[in-house]
Each structure stands twice: as C-alpha cells, then as structure tokens.
C-alpha cells in the first residue's frame, strides 16, 4: 500500500499527496459518494483528511477505476517482490482466500463487500495480494466495529497501540488526528483485539482444520519475503 512505485502509479493518475492513492484505491470501491462516507469506512484516518484528499486530490476517473487502478499497482508490487514463490503455492492463497471471502457476510463491512467485486489481477502473485488485501478488509471492517464497541473508537484506537510508526501521538497525527488526543487505555485496546479476531475468525470456518494450517504456513511464507 505504501510501496514508493504504488505511490507514484497514483501520482501519474493525479493522485499526488500522501495516502492519496491508498485513500482513493480502498475506498473508491464506494462509488462517487460524499467523503465522510468514504471516512466512515475507512475510519482509521480523520475525516478533514479525507475530505480534503476525497474532495481535493481526486483524479478524472471513476472511483472504481481508481480502485482497480491500486490493485493493478498491488499486483505489480507482488509480482516484484514474490517473484520467486511457487505459482502453485500463491494460486493456493488465492483459491483458499476466495473461499473464505465468499463464506463471509458482506455487513462485516462495506470496504470489504466492495473490495470482494474487484478483478483480480491475472500474474498468480498479482491475484493473491489483492485477494489478501480482501481479507484484510475483512478484518479491518470487524476491527472499526470491535473498537468502538469497547468504547476506544479509531483515534483512541491508534493512541494505545504500541508502535513506532501507526501507534501514539506520531501514528494519530499521521492519519489526521490532532489535540486533544484521547489518554492510551491498552485493556481496552487488547479486548478489541480478542474481538475483532472473533468476528474475523468465522468465515474461516469453511476451510478444514488442515486448510486453515496450510494457509497460516502460506501466508507466513509471503511475510518472510517482505
């Protein structure tokens, strides 16, 4: 998502500011809708910063084609950097992903419904890491719902994460949020945690016990090579 070449595919279209591209290509999938729809699904980042890249950083082209256009930028990164995967093993993450993301329902979240229309890149790593980044939704769409239901919401959310770059006052500030900044509550933060795992985990009941561990050891291979 932030890879230097993803970011200047975006610029070349006219999405030039930084998240530009990942504000667009995540939610575009929404269609041309007001920006604070596309805020409430993305969440995690302010609202006045994605009005402001929504509204004022949009390129001339349909807001599905931008999301189609960041998963063909997805599916060049993969290709460069999962070069050497098995095509067997990556064709393997995608039947076994699609699998999971059609037994979900789509009210997990509206990004992750939008995202399950995409087209598919046509290389065997282009395919898996958009069918990945679909999962990803997935979790992330029960991750908005499982935070505000232990009471932190996003920008709390991110104030007690412990992490260099997404976590604390650098995190907040980074996705738009500014003072006051609510206090770190990291109890809060690891029932989110356990919840978002919960509601995340169901789908994968379509896959067998054996599958589930094939596809942990999957996934666990591609990580490796980031």
């Known amino acids: 998502m932030m890879d230097d070449e993803t970011s200047a595919a975006g610029a070349e279209l006219g999405m030039d500011k930084p998240f530009s591209f990942w504000v ?23 609202a006045d910063m994605v009005s402001d890249l929504w509204n004022g950083n949009a390129p001339d082209i349909a807001p599905q084609d931008r999301s189609q256009a960041f998963a063909a930028a997805a599916g060049r990164w993969a290709d460069r950097v999962f070069a050497d995967v098995d095509a ?11 699998r999971v993301v059609l037994m979900a329902d789509p009210s997990l979240g509206v990004l992750f419904a ?59 500030e980074r996705f738009g949020w500014g003072d006051p900044h609510p206090a770190p509550d990291s109890e809060k933060r690891a029932n989110a945690e356990m919840l978002t ?3 995340a985990s169901h ?13 942990a050891d999957l996934v666990a291979q591609l990580r490796s090579l980031i």
Not at 26 to 31: D, E, K
Not at 88 to 98: C, F, V
């Open 24 to 46: 667009h290509g995540r939610a575009g999938v929404l269609g041309d809708v007001h920006a604070d729809v596309a805020a409430s699904a993305i969440a995690f980042v302010a």
């Open 88 to 98: 067997g093993d990556l064709e393997r993450i995608t039947e076994l992903s699609a």
């Open 114 to 172: 939008g995202w399950r229309q995409i087209t598919l890149p046509p290389s065997p790593a282009g395919a898996a890491v958009v069918a990945l980044n679909t999962m990803r939704e997935m979790r992330g769409a029960a991750h908005i719902i499982a935070v505000h239901a232990v009471g932190l919401g996003p920008h709390g959310a991110i104030m007690s994460t412990d992490d260099p770059v997404r976590g604390g006052v650098p995190g907040a």
């Open 197 to 199: 795992t919960l509601m």
């Open 203 to 215: 789908p994968f009941d379509v896959l067998s016990e054996s599958e589930r561990g094939e596809y």
